[in-house]
């Protein structure tokens, strides 16, 4: 399963990659986001716990996971490794590149999927990826986008 998400933010790639970088804050402007809580912080990242709804329509269903976060600041880049949850082996990467004025961001999502006997690899390729990664991760990029602009 490989989803891929795009956004710009017209603003500072600096402030793009530390808006980005600061997931402890993400609940504070993306309303998607139950908690997001650093269990072993590090200066490059560390493990970080997250908590996110997925609205459909008038229900929200709840996501769970935990990642080891890794900040690339050189290349402007954040991998996870999901260690725990039902996305477990999951590899994450944010992308942040300069381009005339604003940030073009993307979030690559890849996994086996789930170690589901006979419909792992379906649930992740028409239900996990499509719609719940690809759900949380556009509205997690629109709400990045907008704290960016955010004057």
């Given at each position: 399963m490989r989803t891929v998400d795009q956004i710009t933010a017209y603003?500072?790639?600096?402030?793009?990659?530390?808006?980005?970088?600061?997931?402890?804050?993400?609940?504070?402007f993306l309303s998607h986001y139950r908690w997001v809580k650093l269990l072993e912080p590090r200066a490059d990242g560390g493990l970080v716990e997250m908590a996110a709804w997925r609205p459909f329509g008038v229900f929200?269903?709840?996501?769970?996971?935990?990642s080891?976060?890794?900040i690339?600041?050189?290349?402007?880049?954040?991998?996870?490794?999901?260690?725990?949850?039902i996305t477990q082996g999951m590899a994450v990467e944010w992308s942040l590149i300069e381009?005339?004025?604003a940030v073009d961001i993307s979030i690559i999502h890849e996994w086996d999927g789930p170690t589901w006997p006979l419909i792992g690899n379906l649930?992740?390729?028409?239900?996990i990826g499509p719609v719940f990664i690809h759900g949380i991760a556009s509205r997690t990029l629109t709400g990045v986008k907008q704290e960016t602009e955010r004057a």
């Open positions: 603003g500072s790639l600096a402030r793009a990659f530390d808006i980005a970088c600061a997931v402890e804050r993400w609940p504070r929200r269903y709840p996501t769970w996971w935990i080891q976060m890794k690339i600041p050189a290349e402007h880049r954040i991998v996870y490794h999901h260690v725990g949850g381009n005339s004025g649930a992740a390729d028409w239900v």
